[in-house]
């Protein structure tokens, strides 16, 4: 019970799958503090919250399809996916069509390391398909189902230390983006379009960042201060915000980022892009 409190206390998720008891006293642990109750604000807790949870009963009656095509059951696949870390398991209607997704959410340890969202779809009685994964993004779930993935922990040590970031104070510092946001319909994750004010933001961010003084990658340390890791978010914003269209998203880079590694950090970035492209279902 020691380990399950530091758990839910750490990681700030209510787990569904525990016994009556068990819940009841992480309640109570979570969220009493000096024998007054602090009403739970993240929105991804608040979800898992109030969406329908599942029983032992129910779990041992569902059968998945995972990414591979394999058909196992439920119990079976939380155990193997989340044998370190207990997977929370809900029933919720992602895109109001009167039909429930099934939705895991689950941590998969390690350093600064990594939400993992599971989206099944329904395709017949205690039946359930793979439709969307989404990893390593922080992911936040409010209260219209809409998904806001973030991209700080997968260009975490991009260039610099996983605590490092660009500082600057100024009124005219770069406006921080991290993020992009989609909305789950008909088995599909689909991405909010950028609009024409997100596409300024992100160039006007670009020209800042790149108007500084070269700063060389400390030989020793081989990190920045977090100019790189702030100038690859913000591609990343524009790439999954605009069509995802890696030669465009490279002209951008090459208008803005005129320092002589301008090889090797494109390089590095478009392997990233593409990690997060292979891990994730948008």
């Known amino acids: 019970m020691k380990k399950l409190r530091f758990l839910l206390i750490a990681s700030g998720i209510f787990l569904s799958h525990f016994t009556k008891a068990q819940v009841q006293d992480s309640v109570f642990v979570m969220y009493q503090r000096d024998s007054a109750v602090i009403p739970e604000t993240d929105p991804t807790v608040l979800f898992f919250q109030e969406n329908e949870r599942l029983t032992d009963a129910q779990i041992a009656k569902i059968a998945v399809i995972t990414r591979t095509g394999k058909t196992q059951k439920l119990s079976v696949f939380a155990k193997a996916m989340f044998e370190d870390y207990p997977a929370d398991i809900v029933l919720a209607d992602l895109d ?9 959410y689950s941590h998969t340890g390690g350093a600064h390391c990594c939400d993992e969202i599971f989206v ?5 009685v205690n039946k359930y398909q793979h439709a969307v994964r989404l990893f390593g993004g922080h992911t936040v779930i409010d209260k219209d189902k809409v998904f806001e993935y973030s991209f700080t922990e997968n260009f975490g040590y991009f260039f610099t230390c996983y605590a490092c970031g660009y500082a600057d104070t100024s009124d005219e510092a770069p406006i921080p983006l991290t993020s992009v946001k989609m909305k789950y319909n008909k088995g599909k994750m689909s991405l909010i379009p950028g609009d024409a004010e997100l596409k300024s933001t992100i160039n006007d961010n670009l020209a800042k960042l790149c108007e500084k003084p070269y700063q060389a990658i400390d030989p020793d340390l081989m990190q920045d ?6 100038v690859a978010i913000n591609l990343a914003v524009y790439y ?3 069509g995802k269209n890696l030669l465009q998203t490279q002209q951008l880079f090459n208008k803005y980022y005129k320092y002589p590694d301008a090889k090797k950090v ?17």
């Open 120 to 124: 099944l779809k329904n395709i017949g």
């Open 96 to 104: 109001n069509d009167g039909r429930k997704e099934l939705v895991i």
């Open 240 to 242: 999954f915000s605009f």
């Open 225 to 230: 201060e977090g100019q790189r890791k702030e």
């Open 266 to 282: 494109w390089t590095a970035f478009a392997q990233n892009l593409q990690s997060i492209r292979n891990a994730n279902g948008f």
